[in-house]
């Protein structure tokens, strides 16, 4: 089973698949290339998700450690909300990397 950065199980099966896409596609030059939500590969959802991305890095009021962890969570309950788009943010992508 696959585990997330703190050894917890991922039972979120809709995060493993798009795991597994992005593994697949896009470490094929670079093994431990950081991973990005395959959803993002698509031209019109990569287009909202920087929109919303600009948004949320507007809106924060944190600065410095865990800033971007804050603009992560805005980022996902604006597109879910506003766009129906379910997007996972890199610490959720990346189980081997811990995110400041």
């Known amino acids: 089973m696959e585990t997330d950065v ?3 199980p ?3 099966q809709e995060l493993l698949c798009r795991i597994e896409k992005a593994k697949s596609t ?3 030059h670079d093994p431990h290339a950081e991973l990005h939500d395959p959803i993002e590969d ?3 959802v990569r287009q ?3 929109e919303v991305e600009r948004r949320a890095e507007k809106e924060s009021m944190v600065s ?3 800033r971007c962890h804050d603009v992560w969570g805005r980022m996902e309950r ?3 909300t506003e766009h ?3 997007w996972y943010p890199p610490s959720r992508m990346n189980t081997d990397l811990i995110y400041d």
């Open 10 to 12: 991922i039972r979120d």
């Open 26 to 28: 896009q470490r094929l």
């Open 64 to 66: 410095g450690m865990g």
């Open 42 to 44: 698509n031209p019109r």
């Open 48 to 50: 909202i998700v920087r």
């Open 78 to 80: 604006i597109l879910k």
């Open 6 to 8: 703190f050894g917890k």
């Open 84 to 86: 129906g788009i379910i």
